[in-house]
């Protein structure tokens, strides 16, 4: 069995916010799980070629556009899943951050960061 808290979880600083990483490859469960915290007002632009991403709201709002510019509100209660390694927007609004449980399949290692620059959609 395994038990963790939050404040016991390797914290990355992922660019715009902050990731706890409550579950990673090495915990051998099959997936991974990190309590993502997306700082207000920022946009995100995240790519996820190795692993498919689900992550359901817990606070806050924002939106994910998809590259063809469809955009989807996330409130609070509100899951989406990039099934098929989606290039996305991940916007926080301006009121408060944006908290979402993430799940991965096949697991991260743990410790990845992203690359949000100019240049496309940040990735591993």
Not at 46 to 62: D, K, M, T
Not at 64 to 88: F, K, M, Q, S
Not at 100 to 114: A, K, M, R, W
Request: aromatic share 8%; proline share 4%; charged share 20%.
């Amino acid at each position: 069995m395994l038990i963790r808290q939050k404040v016991d979880s390797p914290r990355v600083a992922w660019g715009n916010g902050d990731s706890y990483r409550m579950v990673v490859e090495n915990d051998g469960l099959g997936f991974a799980l990190a309590h993502t915290v997306v700082t207000k007002g920022t946009v995100s632009r995240l790519q996820y070629r190795n692993h498919i991403e689900a992550c359901y709201c817990i606070s806050g709002s924002g939106a994910v556009v998809e590259a063809d510019g469809t955009r989807h509100e996330i409130t609070p209660g509100v899951l989406y899943a990039l099934n098929n390694h989606d290039p996305h927007e991940l916007v926080a609004d301006n009121e408060s951050d944006l908290v979402l449980l993430s799940v991965f399949n096949p697991p991260i290692v743990g410790n990845e960061q992203h690359v949000l620059d100019d240049a496309g959609y940040s990735c591993y």
